[in-house]
């Protein structure tokens, strides 16, 4: 297979990359042997998604080399010569939205001719999509595809390029888990023809399951290189952080019997969404909310705050009924929530920390309307302070945050008016394990404060710290599962199988 | 000015040298396009022309508006053509960007009388229109005079791409070069904006306080601009008032001669919008009956001259002063 | 991935205002159906169509004739040509205003570079023939100026040629003095006054260029990159396009095409005014976006911004030959463009951008 | 997070094209000291306003006088408060082309409705001292009208006002017959033309509104959800923001604030003309957009937008104080405006949108 086979697949060496001041990437590098599937792992903003467009050759290192095979990379300008080396997964999407999806899979390769032939392409996209076994219509537009659709078409056409090296940064981070099963076993399967890869990722267990070694950035630099063997997961972290690890303890907690309930769902319908929902969480309570790809909990929990509108039911906060699908009478009854999608829904990108996470309080910070900046700035100090989010301070914009603290910040928003009820959708996607516990950890400190809580989450280390987890399958609640459950219990009743 | 009943019958022999008619029965649809709507001179024109047109009994089709567009205007004549003019009436305010329309209705032998403007190309039966050299030439000897040929003047001008414009200005330049030597002149293109109008002259007045004299060259979008400065000013006095300053103005509409009477400003040069609208009728008619015109004197105390396109009928354009701003052969006294 | 076919409906929701409120009447529109008739938003515009040419042929017999539709196509050909850059340059999502300046100046820049000096020109006895191409050259330096001010100094493009638009037409009314010109070269004129089979030479080069233009969008490689440019630049970057490169060049084809309109106007009007071009760009967007082009970028047809020409076409041609009053026309005209707008955004049945 | 001295940046690569071609100056343009300089990013025409003073005073005496500068300030409140309006609708994320239009309605159709038939009114026999109370209604009516279609019909806000700035502009060319209006009740031309503590009335009026809309936007709620509509309008919904309904008010207030423009210019003029306002929209955006408004949402504050109006005023006043030559004025006023808009660039230090 390997013509060099004593040449690493890919080296990179003494990179160096600044972004004004910020040091992206500090004298690192690493190197990836031919045919292994490698781990880049790191906090996030370590640098590892600026090493990704550097091996792609998107951006130019300040200082350092790549090689490819024992050869220098291509010119930057040379696109073609790049993506015969190296096909990748970017962190951020590539979907173009107007376009369709068989467009997307072969955007500027639409044909080998002159003219394209657009049957022939949507042949070969639903030839393409079907080999990675991706069901969606190849005609259909791109942007009207979920999150995790969007992902798989990604992966797909990152793996039609034929590179015999690909990048795949955070690709598992919107997949539920059949779909990152699949991905495995594709990955496996083109470890297997010799295809080398560089896998990104926050889960450190998916590194154990498919990488053989494993690279640790940490404040832009190197700081180790090993097989996955010789690091096991508390090394890791260590490396990772630079401290010793702790595992998180999700924290004992007694649910009194007669606590009030501060949120109450019956019978609630969306057509196709979820069907005859009944919750109730009371006080104190953390309630986790589970289910594979389109269960409806995700759904279901963006009705309960209001963002979308049920069909039919009835839902009762802390006493108060809202106005279904209104966001600032669920608010005031006392919701706080995250939503799914930070970068969508979660923060104003332009505006400050401060600002951002007082908000929904914005009228409670000064009288007649007015917001004193003072008082603001007071508030979002003790947020920051006790959710820990490192940023210059209440002033700087969240844009200019890292995904985990503008993830803090949309958890400060939620928590701003010491909500009744706090519901969390995905709270951990992409962000760090210590990021991750800390927002874990401010979600338990909310119910010791009497709130609360529904989170909603695919991970099952998230829906640890439940009191107890509802199981949702196409719409409907299947399964109550008490505290202790093992994973295999709960993986297979959110695929359904325990539902005899 | 020639407020009675001119019968083509007596214009046309008032006409020397005319010829028999050339076509035998006259009659057909009479085409017209306006240039503008957002103008009191050109509403008033648009108004007289369906009037005269309906008291001389001539067939006048539904007027387009070209929106001071001269794109508009093809389109609006190609689409009269089609539906039958066979004379056309245009005002073209874009005098160059006529000439290919004006050769194809030479091709279809459809007679076209231009009022205001004159065509630089292509072939027209009659220009209608007062000489707007001539109203910048009244407005400067007005102003010089009363000025006695020293001081400083502002001339307030109309857009540059538009050839009346340009004509007053020069001649007005010209003739103060020429004759008033002693006068110096500042020039502020305003596009027909009376906002532009109010803040250039504002600023000039800051500048040469000793400003005595005024021309501009719309009276329809310059004159309540122009007042509001002088009267912020304090400038706004009776014309024996040391402090008074001169403003001439140019188009004859009622509030101009309203502010002549009330002695804020001196004079304007009437545009004749009815006369305009009266010959523009007239000539569209004799066109259709086949008659054909010599260069020389008419009987309406205007003079027809030989372009090399055609031909024009050089109408009067009487100053106005407070002498004779009642006079109610003006068109500007005439409109309710 | 379970529910497979509850699972075609988007996930992202493109419409929260709509959803999220749950008010009214909005969500329906936004709705499904949207869907499957998403392959022929570019013809939105064709019930429009369909119903002023009925209305026209009842408000005037002279409205179907032949001579009358040759006479609409020959008027909005050199504005069609500019919708036609425009178009390109939304889609690659940027935005040029400075377009209308360049309809009048690069014919009059370009004609004074051949006349002689009593006619208006520089008199540097430039062969007259070579007036069409230097108006083409002109027209796309601007366009080359626009681009790299745009990218190199990474400007927005709306104030670049905003700026620009006053500019150029400074520049066209600063080397004139205002003044028409009107000693044109015959090869000049050619283009514009022509007629080729029995149609005007403007009708059929507009016709050819709309069909290279909906072929070069449809089925090269290089028109679709316009799309996934204006969709998403960066996505385009790592998918290999030269994204610098294209929109440059998108720059320089649009102010071509631009001059190539004047070309066919002068041909048309017989003399270039200090006005020609001015106040066209609100057309041109008008056309372009009731015909379906996003201003957002990356969405829309040339086939649709064709359809968008043709309704302010008929509609100019209607009001004319019914003879609406001056002063109600644009009132009118306006009213008409706002329903075609709804009218499109119904059929179309998307949320606009 | 580790490295906290380096976490200054952004992470989201704002500024794509300049890092991923790498080439030339570009980056450099976009680096990091435009962070440390964001506060002041609304004061980077400041340095463009202290050389046109300087050279302002070398070229005229009179210039840098009180009276002059007084009347540059008058001169420009109305634009002045219809780039405040222009402001306020872009930050919130939206579009509004027919301020230009209401600006000369308005005032039109308020004083029709008091003035005697003969006048041109409408003969209804409304007190005159309604006429500015109505003037307002109208304008705020418009905008009201404009968000319904923009929001309700989730059209883009661009083409509705391109269709309504039409239609406003149509109706008052429809309703007067295209005739000025110069038979004014005294209460209306009143607060363009007073003169109050030695300045003109319409200085007092635009500079407090400036301030109130300084103040709102800096430390009250609902100016604040200005900035999070137009930077997330999602997230801003999510937050409790009642977008839509914040969004119907600020194209009411913007409404009002062209019709109230329209006072101040019909009292500084004298009567209402068919043309008044038209044409405005150009310098406002260029106003706001020097100014630092964004065109994306979201960004831009008022005192930026007034900078942008100083400069234009101030440059118009040069250029008429210079007795520049008519036919070079729009070249040398839209290259001022080309090198400002580049000046702010690269004291702001930040890619444009
Ligand atoms: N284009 C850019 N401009 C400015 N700073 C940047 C840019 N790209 C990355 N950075 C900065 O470089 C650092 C490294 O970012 P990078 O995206 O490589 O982190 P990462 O390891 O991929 O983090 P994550 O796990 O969150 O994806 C961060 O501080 C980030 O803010
Ligand atoms: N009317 C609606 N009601 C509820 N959810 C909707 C609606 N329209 C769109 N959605 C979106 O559909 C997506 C999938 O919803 P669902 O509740 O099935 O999530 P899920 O079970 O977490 O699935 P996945 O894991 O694939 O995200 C959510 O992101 C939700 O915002
Ligand atoms: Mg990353
Ligand atoms: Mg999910």
Redesign the interface.
Known sequence: MSTSSNAAAVEARGITKRFGPTVALNDAGLTIKQGETHALIGRNGAGKSTLVSILTGLQRPDAGEVRFAGEAAPPLADRDAWKARVACVYQKSTIIPALTVAENLFINRQTEGKVINWRAMRARAAALLDQYHVDVDPSGLAGDLGVEQRQLVEIARALSFGARFIILDEPTAQLDGPAIGRLFDRMRDLREQGVTMMFISHHLEEVYEVCQSVTVFRDARHIVTSTVADLPHDALVAAMTGEHAVTYEAKARTIDAKAKVVLEVRGLNSAGRYHDIDLTVKAGEIVGLAGSGSSGKVGLAESIVGLRRADSGVITINGKRPKPGDVPSALAAGVGFVPQDRHHEGFVPLLSVGENATMPIAGKLGRFGMISPERRRARARTMIQELDIKTEGPDQPVGDLSGGNAQKVVMARALVDDPAALVVINPTAGVDVKAKQSLLGSVEDAAQRGAGAVLVSDELDDLRICDRVLVMFHGRVIKDVPRGWSDNDLVAAMEGVSHE | ACGSSDTPDSAASAAPGESAPAAAAGGGKVGVD?P?????F??SY?KYVPEIASKDGVEL?????S?N????L???T??LV???AKAIIMAPQ??????????SLAGKKIPVVTVDTRP???NVYMVVRADNRAYGTKACEFLGEKLGGKGKVVQL?G???SING?DRAEAFRDCMKEKFPGITV????TE????KA???L???L??NPDIKGIYMHAG??H???T??VL??KGLLVKPDDPKHIFVVSNDGIP?EFEAIRAGEIDATVSQPADLYAKYAVFYAKAALEGKTFQPGPTDHDSNIIQLPNGLEDQLPAPLVTAENVDDPNLWGNQV? | MSDRQGRRAPTLPKTPAASANGSGPAPALAARPGFRLSRFRDLTLVPVIVVLLIVGSFIDPVFLTPGNLTNVLQQQSALALVVLAEALILIAGKFDLSLESIVGMAPAVAVMLVIATGDGGFGLGLPPGLAVPLCLVVGALIGAFNGFLILRFQLSAFVVTLAMLIVVHGLHLGLTGGKSLFALPESFMYLGSAVWFGLPAAIWITGVLFAVGMAALGYFRSGRSLYAIGGNADAARAAGIRVERVVLAVFVVGGALAALAGILETGRLGSISANQGVGWIFMVFAAAVIGGVSMDGGKGTILGALTGVLVIGLVENILTLQGVPGEWKQLVYGGIILIALMISRLTGGRAQD
């Open positions: 306006f503008r709507a957002d103008s009191d050109w509403n648009n089709m539904p007027p387009t508006n929106q567009d001269v794109a508009k093809v389109a609006n190609q689409a089609s539906q039958g874009d005098t160059g960007a006529i000439a290919s329309t004006l050769d630089d190309k292509g001008m857009a540059l791409a340009r500042f020039e502020e293109p027909w904006e009376g906002s109010a803040s250039m504002q600023t000039r800051e500048q329809g979008v004159l309540a601009p007042l509001q009267k912020a509030a309710s």
